[in-house]
């Protein structure tokens, strides 16, 4: 079986980290080391420093006491005594112990003292010799302090005080100065002398013997530590010479080539994300399919899942590529046939007799040549003063919006050249794209069979013609959306597993898909609404959460957006959650669209005038006051092109109109106070 990337990867880490270990013992073993020859240095220089002063406090005792009984100066006692007295522990100690016998011959010269007085045999103890080096020291003290008894005799001598038989100073007599310098130069003084520096040079070698087989001890084990390391260096150099070719064969080339796929890839998506969006513009034309080759894997390690992870977006990608060209072809068909309808009812409607459509305004918005003939107006001009009597305008309108229809109404009527003519009216309340509006027939009494049955036929014909625009539209949403959502699903896996400019592409890409499904269920919607078939199921619901879902929904499709919400508390209404829900989400989609990146879109829910209002404003260019009311019709919406010319872009206003209208509310479009529009709704609570 062989090794995973982790696998080698601890593997190799595991030995650097133990070379590190052992490396860092032996530089630990050779720093204490270190340490203990200083300290051996140390106890060695001590112990001269001791055996020094041993024999340098001899050799003070022995010329303090000479020149004692020379001079019979009484200076030279009192430093005898205190050479004395420091030796035994009974005095200060100097330090160093060096300047103690200048201070003692030299009134001028001054002495620092430690701060504790510790007699010479105490230190020989401290300093930790071995029995052989302390028994000579031992000795060598011991003959020094009977030579100290003959000396103090001498001075003794000195002063008329002499030994009896016990050795007390029991006997008085006349100093004897002669007896005093027989005692410190004769031969017996000497060979006592010379018997406390044997012990003492014994010492010396004794210890150097001992020093100079730590040293080597320590020169051995030195040895062995750096014979170590280098071992140690050795083998990391190699280990680190090894694991270059190892890892670059088995991460850093497959990685390199997994980087180009994945760029490739990255092109795809972003071009997935174009070809979307210009759907969702209205370009059925677009078509899609990968470019990328597959990599197929052939390591069993985590490359190996990079790379099969890899190809199963690709394939994702290209099912999705393929359902989005099939979806194409299918709107395009669809499309198609609403063209070939809509050819049809305005061949009917061009060769009726007399057609109008009149906007709920009063304005023309479709006329037919029979119309144009008899009263020289066409589109945009007010059909009102055709009328022989205003008052059947009046009523009429009245009627078709109380019951949607008006039939046979028999009403004189003006031509452009003065006649005064009898028809036949009917009226019929209709969309005309997007735009509430009435259609009307007018109908000359001298024809009227003929009119009447040509009116029964074309109403027919328009009845099936709005029957199939439903059927199509259904049609067309219902095959819009299982593509669409399998798109939506696959996209968020992509997101999911990607990072960086491809996450942010499958973002983008996600968005626009998003948006055209949106415009599917918005077209589905306004056709009911239209057709009263759509339920509106109210129930009390908090507008402030519900507001709130909805921007969290649009944030997550659009991140680094800043959508801020305003509210004084909960504002309940009973509305259908789901239908007002879709009306904030469309107007923040709208604003979305309209604002730069770097703007600000805020939401406020409040309470006014016993009515609920919600209000959403964008920083984009605004709306015109002459377009408004347009906007809110089917495809009637405006956007701002760089020439600053508005054009249509869509369903999602009609909706969010017919919705709130729905639920008996109102909703308009006003200025922002800085910048921008503020689309405002109010239901009743």
């Avoid at 050795?234 to 090894?242: D, E, P």
């Avoid at 009523?395 to 003006?414: F, I, N, P, Q, T």
Wanted: charged fraction near 25%; glycine fraction near 6%; aromatic fraction near 6%.
């Amino acid at each position: 079986m062989r090794m995973t990337i982790r696998q080698l990867t601890k593997a190799l880490f595991a030995s650097l980290a133990f070379l590190a270990l052992v490396s860092a013992v032996a530089v630990l073993f050779a720093v204490q080391r270190r340490r203990d020859l200083v300290a051996l240095e140390e106890r060695r220089f001590r112990s001269y420093q001791l055996a020094e002063e041993l024999r340098r406090s001899s050799d003070e005792l022995t010329w303090f006491s000479r020149a004692y009984v020379v001079t019979g100066d009484p200076r030279y006692e009192r430093a005898f005594q205190r050479v004395l007295d420091v030796r035994e522990g009974r005095a200060p100690r100097p330090t160093p112990y060096s300047q103690l016998f200048w201070s003692l011959v030299s009134d001028t010269a001054s002495v620092r003292e430690a701060v504790a007085p510790a007699s010479l045999r105490d230190l020989m103890l401290q300093s930790g010799f071995t029995g052989a080096e302390m028994a000579l020291l031992t000795r060598a003290l011991g003959r020094s302090n009977a030579l100290v008894a003959r000396e103090e005799a001498a001075m003794r001598a000195m002063k008329g005080e002499f030994r009896d038989d016990t050795g007390a100073l029991t006997v008085h007599g006349r100093p004897n100065q002669a007896l005093a310098i027989q005692f410190l130069f004769d031969s017996t003084y000497v060979a006592l002398k010379a018997d406390i520096m044997a012990p003492i040079d014994r010492f010396a070698v004794l210890v150097e013997q001992r020093v100079q087989a730590e040293l080597d001890a320590f020169l051995r084990q030195s040895q062995f530590v750096l014979t170590l390391l280098e071992s140690v260096f050795a083998l990391f150099v190699l280990a680190s010479l090894l694991a270059y070719p190892v890892m670059r064969a088995r991460v850093l080339q497959p990685v390199a080539a997994l980087q180009k796929k994945t760029r490739m890839l990255a092109v795809d998506i972003g071009r997935l994300a174009t070809v979307t969006t210009e759907i969702a513009r209205g370009d059925l034309t677009q078509a899609y399919a990968v470019d990328t080759p597959p990599m197929r894997p052939v390591r069993d390690d985590e490359i190996g899942d990079l790379v099969q992870l890899h190809d199963s977006m690709l394939s994702q990608l290209a099912t999705t590529g393929a359902a989005i060209s099939t979806m194409t072809a299918d709107l395009r068909s669809t499309m198609n046939a609403l063209d070939v309808a809509h050819r049809d009812l305005q061949a009917i409607l061009d060769s009726s007799p007399v057609a109008v459509v009149v906007s709920v305004a009063g304005v023309i918005r479709y006329c037919n040549p029979r119309f144009v003939e008899l009263y020289d107006e066409g589109v945009g001009a007010t059909p009102g003063r055709y009328y022989v009597n205003s008052s059947d305008r009046h009523e009429m309108l009245a009627e078709v919006a109380s019951h949607g229809v008006v039939r046979d109404r028999h009403v004189k009527y003006r031509t452009h050249d003065g006649r005064v003519i009898d028809a036949i009216t009917s009226l019929y309340a209709l969309t005309f794209r997007g735009e509430p509006a009435v259609l009307g027939w007018i109908v000359d009494v001298s024809h009227l069979k003929e009119v009447e049955e040509a009116l029964t036929q074309t109403v027919d014909q328009l009845q099936a013609l709005e029957q199939l625009r439903d059927d199509l539209v259904h049609m067309l949403v219902h095959d819009m959306r299982s593509p669409l959502t399998a798109l939506i699903g696959e996209l968020q896996l992509m997101e999911m597993d990607a990072t960086g400019e491809l996450a942010e592409q499958a973002r983008g890409a996600m968005s626009s898909v998003w948006r055209v499904n949106q415009m599917a269920s918005t077209l589905l919607d306004v056709s009911r609404m239209e057709a009263g078939k759509m339920p509106i199921t109210k129930t009390p619901t908090d507008l402030t959460q519900l507001a709130a879902d909805a921007r969290t929904a649009l944030a997550a499709m659009e991140p680094g957006r800043v959508i801020e919400i305003t509210s004084a508390g909960a504002v309940t209404a009973d509305v259908d959650a789901g239908v007002i829900r879709r009306v904030v989400e469309n107007l923040l989609s709208n604003a979305i669209k309209h604002t730069p990146r770097d703007g600000t879109i805020e939401i406020s829910v409040s309470l006014a005038d016993g009515r609920a209002r919600v209000a959403v404003a964008d920083q984009g260019a605004g709306v015109p006051p002459e377009a408004r009311e347009r906007i809110f019709q089917k495809y009637g919406g405006v956007a701002v092109r760089k020439d600053r010319q508005y054009h249509s872009v869509g369903l999602g206003l009609a909706f969010c109109k017919l919705a709130v209208e729905a639920h008996g509310g109102t909703i308009r479009v006003s200025d922002a106070p800085t910048r921008g529009s503020v689309f405002t709704f109010e239901l009743p609570v």
